[in-house]
């Protein structure tokens, strides 16, 4: 009996160190296990579930939709903020958005306009927005973010030239349109 107990143990020690990482580099260079690909429709949608449950997270700072910053942006009177890190910022950006570090250099300059901070789904910019908000300065973030943008149908841009690559912080937020290539 304790011969077979050791065979089986040494049969399992074998698995669990030799071929089971081995069928788990397979399973994933062959996309085992990944699910499958959401279309945009839902994409949008689990960008919706996200926006409604960071709304929840912080109930008093203002938002504003795409739609209506792009009727600030016809007028000339928003200022974008992208908040989001360096390295994110260098993948592509809001037509026109500054970074963190740009507006408050100069935060005077833009005392007129309409400050609308975005990230990539709206967490990182609603703790800006909440904080700039609690220092007197009225923000608001953009419902959605650079995901929501994206998803309008709005441009990117890398140093001014259109670009349709986007970088999305991670993979649970790795929903962006079809139409963009996403890296994180």
């Not at 065979?7 to 994933?28: C, H, N, W």
């Not at 309409?114 to 923000?139: D, K, P, W």
């Not at 441009?155 to 963009?180: C, I, K, M, Q």
Request: overall charge negative; charged content about 30%; aromatic content about 6%.
């Amino acid at each position: 009996m304790k011969v077979r107990a050791k065979l089986k143990y040494e049969i399992l020690r074998k698995f669990s160190t030799e071929v089971r990482p081995l069928a788990i580099v397979v399973g994933m260079l062959l996309g085992c296990g990944e699910g499958p690909l959401l279309t945009d429709i839902e994409k949008l949608s689990r960008v919706e579930e996200m926006v409604l449950a960071l709304e929840k997270r912080f109930p008093d700072v203002e938002t504003i939709t795409v739609d209506e910053v792009g009727r600030l942006l016809e007028k000339d009177s928003v200022v974008l903020v992208d908040v989001r890190e360096a390295k994110e910022q260098k993948v592509s950006m809001i037509p026109g958005a500054i970074s963190v570090e740009e507006f408050e250099d100069d935060e005077d300059r833009y005392e007129e306009l309409t400050v609308v901070a975005y990230c990539t789904i709206g967490h990182r910019s609603s703790e800006y927005a909440q904080q700039l908000t609690q220092r007197g300065r009225r923000v608001l973030n953009l419902r959605g973010s650079i995901l929501a943008w994206a998803h309008a149908g709005g441009p990117l841009v890398l140093n001014s030239e259109a670009t349709r690559t986007l970088h999305v912080y991670g993979s649970n937020w790795d929903l962006a349109p079809s139409r963009f290539e996403t890296i994180w």
